[in-house]
């Protein structure tokens, strides 16, 4: 069965940092994109990074660039994001999304056909 497991969202005080985990089973990121989404309350899911796993690109959006950090761990499985100087704004449910490469959706993926169950990060001003 194909599956994503978040795991490391939590409760951070403004300008402190949380590192997201997203497991993969029953796949193998090869020529798969994989990344991240947010929803927060009344708000649509938006993109916030993702990476192709056999080259490495990258996306991140304005909101989170030069804060936020995504990296890929090919043999375990296990993408990464580490998240720095959190905002309020940065509160939401995060969601690991995987599908194989393309540039059709945010630069990395063709499509998206995995989803994770979310994680929750709440910032504290």
């Known amino acids: 069965e194909v599956q994503l497991a978040e795991s490391g969202g939590g409760l951070v005080q403004a300008g402190g940092s949380l590192r997201l985990s997203c497991a993969a089973s029953?796949?193998?990121?090869?020529?798969?994109?994989i990344g991240w989404f947010r929803q927060a309350p009344g708000k649509e899911r938006e993109g916030v990074s993702c990476?192709?796993?056999?080259?490495?690109?990258?996306y991140y959006s304005d909101s989170v660039k030069g804060r936020f950090t995504i990296a890929s761990d090919n043999a375990k499985n296990t993408m990464y994001l580490q998240m720095n100087s959190l905002k309020p704004e940065d509160a939401a449910v995060y969601y690991c999304?995987?599908?194989?490469?393309?540039?059709?959706?945010?630069?990395?993926?063709?499509?998206?056909?995995?989803w994770g169950q979310g994680t929750l990060v709440t910032v504290s001003s």
């Open positions: 990476i192709a796993s056999s080259d490495g690109n990258t």
């Open positions: 029953g796949f193998a990121f090869d020529n798969y994109a």
């Open positions: 999304a995987a599908g194989p490469q393309g540039t059709n959706f945010l630069g990395c993926y063709r499509y998206i056909d995995v």
